[in-house]
């Protein structure tokens, strides 16, 4: 199953407020887990990203925690601003399988000022 | 950074025409690009890979007479849609793996084609 499931599927929340965006997937040999950060008429743009032998990743305002039995992994925006408003992908990829990316169905988050 | 160009940006063509669209990894080789194709308001959908100096693969439904792939070199590949129609409007996007790496891979900003 190679299906990386992502919601909710659009999100509001107030400036300087936590944005939480979820994702879970099937296949246990994903192998790094990227998100994407994708701006209206742009080509996505790495966010960040964690391998599944750790469980959390800071960067800046960003947060991935990963939990590996639960298949499931999240992103955290701390402090949110406007300029964080657009779709937001979370990824998975097996490097043997010629890393191709599985992208999630996408999350529309705005940031309301 | 790693930077990807795609050109061009935008383009409107006639139904029945080909158009071209050229992706670029301008700072780095990559052995492998991929194509990706996106609907409004919906995740990028994996069209093809792509390995320099061989034949693409194509994923499930695409159709390779339709969307031709060449990889001429470390720094370029090219998707052409062949005798587009409406349908074939869409928002396509590549991406460049550097051949150093594992798996990263950048992003172009995408081509807008429209077909009338």
């Known amino acids: 199953q190679q299906q990386v499931k992502q919601s909710p599927q659009s999100l509001i929340v107030q400036k300087g407020g936590i944005s939480i965006i979820n994702c879970a997937y099937e296949?246990?040999?994903?192998?790094?887990f990227p998100w994407y950060q994708q701006f209206p008429g742009k080509g996505p743009a790495l966010l960040i990203a964690?391998?599944?032998?750790?469980s959390e990743k800071k960067e800046g305002r960003f947060t991935i925690s990963f939990n590996k039995s639960a298949k499931q992994f999240s992103l955290h925006i701390m402090d949110s601003q406007p300029g964080d408003s657009a779709t937001y992908f979370c990824?998975?990829?097996?490097?043997?399988?010629?890393?191709?990316?599985?992208f999630g169905s996408g999350t529309r988050l705005s940031i309301r000022p | 950074g790693a930077v990807v160009s795609q050109h061009p940006s935008r383009v409107i063509c006639k139904s029945g025409t080909s158009v071209k669209i050229e992706c670029r990894s301008l700072?780095?080789?990559?052995?492998?690009m991929f194509w990706y194709r996106q609907f409004p308001k919906k995740s990028l959908m994996l069209m093809a890979t792509s390995n320099e100096g061989s034949k693409a693969t194509y994923e499930q439904g695409v159709e390779k007479d339709k969307f031709l792939i060449n990889h001429a070199s470390l720094t370029l590949s090219t998707l052409t849609v062949t005798s587009a129609h409406p349908e074939d409007s869409s928002f396509y996007i590549c991406s460049a793996m550097p051949t150093s790496g594992l798996y990263e891979q950048y992003f172009g900003p995408g081509t807008r084609l429209t077909v009338t």
């Open positions: 700072d780095f080789q990559a052995t492998t």
């Open positions: 964690i391998r599944p032998d750790v």
């Open positions: 296949n246990t040999a994903f192998d790094y």
């Open positions: 990824a998975a990829i097996v490097y043997s399988s010629a890393s191709k990316i599985i």
